[in-house]
């Protein structure tokens, strides 16, 4: 079925003839909720800096019968995101899903702090996610009006959007910026039929997460972190309720996660 299809989806693909983009889906969780995505009956569109890991994720999705187009670009340009969410869109001819994902951390005292780490963070965990939803939306509203009857917005943020630990505090506030975003957001487009989910994450094995942002982690061992397929479950999950059903948001830390 063609991603422009207006069609009923099967009860087995509930998203069959939606389109999605993922952003940050080079690995981790964005590579896995862009999977989830394609399983459901998605075509998707996966959009990093590095093409060649997308390249293989597109590859085993399209091996098990999906659809994925890959785009690259630096998002913390306003520009190349604008581009991106264009070139969705002329690749699977709609947009009912955006997938804000991609995300920096670099943690450290603000006061050793190197300011260029804040601006990464800045510009991918935030001025990204404005430019991407703002690019997105017009499409959003559009297909929201054909027979799905809605379109989803879901903005990755962390456990540290809701708390705020030392040494990592310009992190925390930029996703503490996100959730105030997705909430205003909402209330601007929950009446005409998209809605904006927040999903925040506690400790999660990614590559982002095992680098600077072990830190975080305190005595949990990694065995217990969560798996970047719990997190595109927890997606898939608000995407997939019927028209009239909005999740707002999902905290979702390890079961051994005191904070």
């Known amino acids: 079925m063609s991603p422009g299809a207006d069609a009923e ?89 955006l997938v804000n994902n991609a995300g920096y951390v670099a943690m450290g005292p603000v006061e050793e702090s190197d300011p260029a780490d804040w601006e990464r963070m800045i510009g991918l965990n935030l001025n990204a996610v404005l430019q991407m939803s703002r690019s997105a939306l017009p499409h959003l509203l559009r297909a929201a009006e054909g027979t799905r009857g809605v379109a989803d917005l879901v903005n990755v943020s962390s456990v540290a959007g809701r708390v705020v630990r030392r040494n990592n505090v310009v992190y925390s506030a930029t996703k503490h910026a996100v959730g105030a975003f997705s909430e205003g957001m909402r209330q601007e487009v929950t009446g005409r039929r998209v809605r904006v989910g927040l999903v925040e994450p506690g400790m999660t094995m990614t590559e982002m997460a095992a680098g600077s942002g072990r830190l975080a982690a305190g005595d949990l061992p990694q065995d217990a972190w969560l798996r970047a397929e719990d997190i595109a479950r927890a997606i898939t999950y608000m995407i997939t309720q019927p028209p009239h059903a909005a999740i707002n948001e999902i905290m979702m830390r390890p079961t051994a996660q005191e904070h």
């Open 9 to 97: 989806a099967p009860p087995d693909a509930p998203l069959s003839g939606c389109a999605a983009l993922v952003t940050g889906a080079s690995s981790g969780i964005g590579a896995a909720t862009a999977r989830e995505l394609a399983r459901l009956g998605a075509a998707v569109a996966v959009v990093a800096r590095r093409t060649e890991r997308m390249e293989e994720l597109a590859a085993g999705i399209r091996e098990h019968g999906g659809s994925c187009a890959v785009l690259t670009a630096d998002l913390r340009d306003a520009a190349q995101a604008r581009r991106a969410v264009e070139e969705a869109v002329g690749r699977l001819t709609r947009l009912d899903v």
